[in-house]
């Protein structure tokens, strides 16, 4: 192993060497116990790693950082609660190391990041599941690890900011993250620190990320966006209605969808899903012009499903409100006819019949007449 020191650094690590050899001595273990180990571990590993000229050439050539910044690690998660060194490199025994054996740092990222679920087993068998493990079993090293989304030894809560979860994606989802950021959910979270609106893993899960691209996902999609939009307590705050669900629910298409769900959830259709009019992650309000639902934009936001729809097609349309005069007038007088017709229909109907009813047992008797 080949590491470049810093000036001085033989000297310092004589006498540094001593120091330990007499804190190992009276402590009778290079493992203390909880109480005292960490420290006297965490100041002994330090005495070499907190040099920030140390550093290790791997076999390709790239150059491996071995410094680690004393007051970021004591400010993360896992020092704060007595977590020590070797409990992430337990085979580090002493001085020298062993030889690291990995051609380059993506390799020894991904041999190390298995220590994680030693004590987050749950956590690390849901990535099993997930869209970023089947990409590495397809051969892509790049895929995420705990590492790159948690960090390694400066892990801090995923969520303090909120919207730190979002940049931490965009890590890899660059050009997603941008449209994020110029949605409604996204400049309400960054500008506003607003927490109502959703981040990344709100509609992907953490661990156990799903292929959005698959029919199942597309076909769960509109029960996902109702967790917020028909959700009384959280719209009542902003004047949203939030009978937008259950209006979407009874419409040719949430019907449609119910019947896919319900049979064939593993079938790719096309009926309209929420984000196919709404887009996905640059979501932005009605109100706005580059809107893909703003009313200049919505005929053809329709015709991407229906392509020989007319300039009349969207004031049939009611969209997530409830039929009325002002807005759909066409359907407004269709629907007062029907639910005018229908029952005036039906009584006649039920008339003729209790009339049939009666001349025919008016008939019956008159027959047994003698």
């Known amino acids: ?9 033989i000297k ?6 001593l120091a330990l050899l007499g804190v190992m001595l009276a402590s009778g273990s290079w493992q203390a116990d909880a109480a005292a180990g960490p420290g006297i571990q965490e100041e002994a590993c330090l005495s070499c790693h907190g040099d920030p000229d140390l550093e290790h050439t791997l076999p390709d050539g790239e150059l491996l950082p071995l410094f680690i910044d004393a007051n970021r690690l004591a400010d993360s998660v896992h020092e704060t609660i007595g977590i020590s060194c070797d409990s992430c490199h337990p085979d580090i025994q002493g001085y020298p190391h062993p030889e690291i054996e990995y051609d ?3 390799e020894l990222s991904r041999a190390f990041y298995l220590t994680c679920r030693t004590c987050h087993a749950s956590n690390y068998a849901n990535t099993l599941d997930s869209i970023h493990a089947e990409v590495a079993v397809s051969g892509e090293l790049g895929a995420p690890i705990c590492e790159d989304c948690h960090g390694a030894h400066y892990t801090q809560l995923p969520d303090k900011p909120r919207a730190l979860i979002s940049e931490t994606c965009g890590q890899c989802h660059a050009e997603i993250l941008i449209e994020y950021k110029q949605s409604i959910h996204g400049s309400a979270l960054i500008e506003q620190d607003n927490h109502d609106v959703p981040v990344c893993t709100d509609c992907h899960g953490v661990h156990n990320i799903q292929d959005p691209r698959t029919a199942q996902f597309r076909i769960d999609s509109p029960e996902l966006c109702a967790g917020c939009h028909a959700d009384p307590e959280r719209m009542g705050k902003y004047g949203y209605k939030t009978d937008v669900y259950s209006l979407y629910s009874i419409s040719w298409h949430g019907v449609d969808v119910q019947v ?15 984000t196919d009019c709404h887009s996905v992650h640059n979501i932005l309000p009605a109100s706005d012009p580059n809107s893909s639902v703003n009313p200049s934009n919505l005929l053809a936001t329709c015709q991407k499903c229906h392509p020989d729809a007319g300039p009349n097609w969207t004031g049939a349309w009611t969209g997530h409100n409830e039929i009325s005069l002002e807005r759909t007038p066409f359907v407004f007088y269709t629907e007062v006819f029907y639910s005018s017709f229908v029952p005036f229909v039906l009584i006649l109907a039920a008339g003729y019949v209790f009339l049939r009813i009666i001349r025919g047992t008016v008939e019956r008797v008159r027959r047994n007449l003698p």
């Open 1 to 9: 192993m080949t590491i470049k020191r810093g000036p001085h650094h």
């Open 12 to 17: 310092v690590m004589l006498v540094l060497s």
């Open 104 to 106: 380059n740092r993506r």
């Open 260 to 274: 896919y769900k319900a049979n064939w959830p593993t079938i790719w259709h096309e009926s309209a899903v929420c």
